[in-house]
């Protein structure tokens, strides 16, 4: 005998796994579709309205954007781009060996195995 929660008592019969005398009437596919509309109206059931904001969402979302201006405002440089597209390009050489870069003022200038490029 298998046990029983509830008032939902569970047989098993030799092919198959314990069913719930709950749904045992039932045609399988019938039961299937219960069981996928239940499961369906539950979940639905748990989504919530999220239209409103509550009070404890708007001090959440205050203590994230506080916290992102902080970091931002003491741990993170500003770096121009031009040095940190050089910066990347100067480490080229670490990789391939043939390339070097050099900068001026006004220009840039990338040789590659011998070849300059501008």
Do not use: M, Y
């Given at each position: 005998m298998w046990p029983q929660w509830d008032g939902i008592a569970f047989t098993m019969n030799e092919t198959a796994a314990p069913q719930s005398?709950?749904?045992a009437?039932?045609?399988g596919a019938w039961s299937r579709r219960c069981a996928t509309a239940l499961t369906v109206l539950t979940l639905a059931a748990c989504a919530g309205n999220t239209?409103?904001?509550t009070a404890a969402q708007f001090d959440e979302r205050r203590l994230f954007t506080e916290t992102?201006?902080?970091i931002l405002q003491y741990h993170i440089k500003e770096v121009p781009p031009r040095l940190l597209a050089l910066t990347g390009l100067a480490r080229l050489s670490s990789i391939d060996?043939?390339?070097s870069v050099e900068s001026t003022a006004?220009?840039?200038t990338l040789t590659v195995?011998?070849?300059i490029r501008r």
């Open positions: 005398t709950l749904l009437g039932l045609g239209a409103q904001s992102n201006e902080n060996p043939n390339v006004g220009s840039v195995a011998g070849q």
